[in-house]
């Protein structure tokens, strides 16, 4: 899509095989989406393929990062080796994992110090949904399903 371009203007029509052309699909997939997501970060949840999400930290140290969820097992914590190195004393070293299983994540908390929260409510487990809040220490991480796995699921 070309710079300054709105995704309906653009049909993607003889341009190379990256260029993407969004029409009302990608508005209706967009709608449900909160004010506080910035152009580029729709842009990103909207690209996002089949079978991945997007976590995004709202809240916290490293706010605006992104963290793309395209594995079946995704660690989070201090420790240097998880694939989501949070990077505060208030995450545990191995402080939960994302599970993914076909086309949707659930977070299982490790048992962690402070734990993990879903939706401002403790957890030890719980499946995410489109929107979702997870707490991980001082970080506030919103979950974002793919765009394509949201209309599956609402049969379109």
Do not use: C, W
């Amino acid at each position: 899509m070309r710079r300054g371009s709105t995704p309906d203007e653009h049909s993607g029509g003889g341009l190379n095989d990256t260029t993407v052309g969004y029409g009302e699909d990608f508005s209706k997939a967009l709608a449900g989406l909160d004010a506080s997501v910035s152009r580029e970060e729709q842009e990103a949840i909207a690209a996002l393929p089949s079978g991945s999400a997007l976590l995004v930290v709202r809240r916290g140290p490293n706010s605006g990062a992104r963290f793309l969820l395209d594995s079946d097992l995704t660690t989070v914590g201090r420790h240097p080796e998880a694939d989501i190195f949070l990077d505060d004393v208030t995450v545990s070293r191995r402080h939960a994992e994302f599970r993914r299983s076909g086309s949707t994540f659930e977070i299982v908390d490790l048992h962690s110090l402070n734990g993990t929260f879903f939706d401002g409510v403790r957890i030890d487990s719980a499946s995410l949904s489109d929107g979702a809040e997870v707490q991980i220490g001082k970080y506030r991480l919103t979950f974002y399903a793919s765009r394509r796995d949201l209309r599956q699921s609402s049969g379109h």
